[in-house]
């Protein structure tokens, strides 16, 4: 599991020195018990470089801000996603709906019509990625951010994790 070779911090970045605009930095770090160290480093430098590609393209994405140094450890250095994953969002909805004895309710009418804003959301968030010639390759529901706001009437996906990620060109060739 590649989450385990690597530490993801969120710095607050209020002198605006790694160049957030929402005040907030990703720091995803390599640690100490990176087995295959250039596989991970590769893994850095292609998210680095698809998200800096793709970022002006697809709203969805955050940007790249910086590939370097992190406590001596090679690290990447993003735009923060505000919000919680998908999978985590899910558990919470299931939570939500369960009676005491863990046997689901009917869903009402407003989760539902918020279930289904998540899932357009997730879809056009996945189009432009498709749209704008990449493919995620290793998509899970902890590599999608929800953030309900005003209540859940506006609903914003960020798609992240983008370390195997692949990009067309015109010539049908991967980079990474």
């Known amino acids: 599991d590649e989450d385990f070779f690597k530490t993801v911090y969120c710095v607050k970045d209020t002198d605006n020195t790694a160049g957030s605009r929402n005040g907030f930095v990703a720091v995803i770090s390599l640690n100490d018990v990176c087995s295959d160290y250039n596989e991970h480093i590769n893994r850095l430098e292609n998210e680095y470089t698809i998200s ?5 393209q697809c709203p969805s994405l955050r940007p790249a801000l910086s590939l370097s140094q992190f406590d001596g450890f090679p690290a990447i250095f993003l735009e923060w996603a505000a919000g919680k ?15 005491s004895n863990n046997h689901s309710t009917i869903i009402c009418e407003r989760d539902m019509t918020i279930m ?19 493919t995620h390759n290793n998509l899970t529901s902890s590599k ?10 506006n609903i914003l996906v960020k798609v992240i994790g983008l370390g195997s990620a692949s990009l067309q060109t015109d010539s049908s060739e991967n980079f990474s």
């Open 116 to 134: 289904l804003k998540l899932a357009c959301t997730i879809t056009t968030a996945l189009g432009e990625l498709h749209h704008a010639g990449a």
């Open 85 to 99: 994953t998908l999978s985590k969002w899910i558990k919470e909805v299931h939570q939500e709906t369960s009676l």
């Open 144 to 153: 999608i951010i929800v953030d309900e706001m005003d209540g859940g009437d």
């Open 52 to 56: 800096r590609y793709l970022a002006s």
